[in-house]
């Protein structure tokens, strides 16, 4: 199969690094959290998912539902690795409080020792040169992961909870290779998913070189990207930062930018925002969330 070689150590301890666990659950400050431990898979290993429910929460209405990555790190900067949060619960909560976003449910999906494999999206390999590899010593099952999410937890969701179970009110939304995964799951399941919000995403696929800003890796995502994708068939949102990790997306991304815009999409559907100063990390991920939040949930 046709992959490419560019992991890095560095990249490796991100994956390590991304998936510690704590022994204390997440507490939140608004809303309420229910917690489902080693949520079972045929497809994937099992794994905590968490539904945060907004306050008020009642059967009588239906709910929009936003599925996340990284469900360790969304609520709780004390149980989280590096003792940083995206904040979801506030920021959802006043945004819906104010009547800017529709009402809508979180569903947190824990990561695992294979994050970056399970984020990977499998079928760029047909884009690439052969005899490389994407990922080498990490099992790639991105497309495991996405069958998990719509062919298991999602009939669970709309079966135990009060959701609108259609296209139109299901929504992605991930950082970094989170941020991979969630826009193909836009290629992969454009029946299930209305749109996804791509915070700093990996658009490298692996930790980038100076030297080779645009590589075989990236510009097969890229491809993949627009050719499954249909023009304005969905939301689109991506952004990035200029600092630590995000200081090498700049290039890659804007390629996407201009591949997207060449093909149609207005701005209706894609929006790309910049943030000077801004760096890979969950702080600066929290500071602008109301924006891609407004952007899907409007």
Aim: hydrophobic residues 40%.
């Amino acid at each position: 199969m046709k992959r490419t070689m560019l992991l890095s150590s560095l990249a490796a301890l991100l994956v390590l690094a991304g998936s510690c666990r704590k022994a204390e659950e997440p507490q939140v400050n608004k809303g309420r959290l229910e917690v489902y431990k080693d949520f079972p898979s045929k497809y994937i290993p099992s794994r905590t998912v968490r539904v945060w429910l907004p306050e008020g929460y009642t059967s009588d209405k239906q709910y929009d539902v936003l599925y996340m990555h990284d469900g360790q790190m969304l609520f709780d900067a004390r149980t989280s690795w590096n003792r940083q949060e995206w904040g979801i619960d506030e920021a959802m909560d006043s945004l819906q409080a104010s009547g800017k976003i529709r009402p809508t449910i979180v569903i947190a999906i824990d990561n695992t020792l294979n994050r970056i494999g399970e984020f990977c999206p499998d079928d760029i390999v047909e884009y690439l040169p052969e005899g490389s590899e994407v990922y080498p010593f990490l099992t790639e099952q991105g497309n495991d992961y996405l069958r998990f999410i719509v062919e298991e937890l999602k009939p669970f969701i709309d079966s135990t909870y009060a959701t609108y179970p259609e296209r139109e009110h299901t929504w992605l939304m991930g950082s970094s290779c989170g941020g991979l995964i969630s826009s193909y799951a836009l290629c992969k399941y454009p029946e299930v998913f209305a749109g996804a919000a791509c915070l700093s995403t990996h658009c490298t696929l692996a930790f980038p070189r100076p030297d080779k800003p645009d590589s075989a890796v990236m510009a097969a995502y890229r491809r993949y990207l627009t050719e499954h994708l249909a023009v304005n068939s969905a939301k689109l949102y991506m952004d990035n930062g200029d600092k630590t990790l995000d200081a090498y997306y700049g290039e890659a991304q804007a390629a996407i930018n201009a591949s997207l815009r060449a093909a149609g999409w207005d701005s209706a559907h894609f929006a790309y925002q910049y943030f000077p100063g801004a760096a890979h990390c969950e702080n600066d991920w929290q500071a602008r969330l109301p924006i891609p939040l407004s952007f899907l949930l409007e």
